[in-house]
């Protein structure tokens, strides 16, 4: 299933534009950021004859938080780590206290894990695999 995604910055404002082509589904997000908070709504609209007409056409809102400035990455940054599990933030970690950590369990596998600068995203277990099949590669 191929997603096409488009964005659009306006000083201030921030349009996100989702489609899955296959459902002829199409999500907008339009928000405002101030700081490092943004909020907005969502419309979903889909032309899919198989979902129900009253499912065809959606309007929310929405917020979120911004993880990092809207800035290049800081190359300072770019062996750091950062855990985000159940609503809190755990960084930077230095990459060897976060591979301690990682490999005594101290977060649960599907925590969300942010890489050079919180510009690269993964997931604690996929972190963790990298690291065994890096030692079994040395052996």
């Not at 921030?14 to 002829?24: F, K, L």
């Not at 917020?63 to 190359?75: D, G, I, T």
């Not at 600068?117 to 997931?123: A, G, I, P, V």
Request: aromatic share 6%; charged share 20%; with cysteine.
């Amino acid at each position: 299933m191929a997603v096409c995604s488009k964005v659009q910055l306006i000083i201030g404002q921030v349009t996100i534009t989702t489609a899955v082509p296959a459902a002829r589904v199409a999500i907008t997000w339009r928000g405002t950021i101030l700081g490092s908070d943004l909020a907005g709504e969502y419309v979903v609209r889909c032309d899919n004859p198989k979902v129900k007409e009253a499912s065809r056409h959606q309007v929310g809102v929405w917020s979120c938080k911004l993880v990092r400035p809207l800035s290049a990455p800081n190359p300072d940054e770019a062996g750091a780590a950062w855990v985000y599990n159940d609503g809190t933030e755990e960084g930077p970690l230095t990459a060897e206290t976060f591979d301690q950590r990682l490999k005594a369990g101290e977060w649960p596998q599907n925590a969300i894990v942010g890489l050079d600068d919180r510009t690269t995203w993964s997931t604690v277990l996929a972190c963790l695999e990298k690291i065994i099949a890096l030692a079994a590669a040395r052996n």
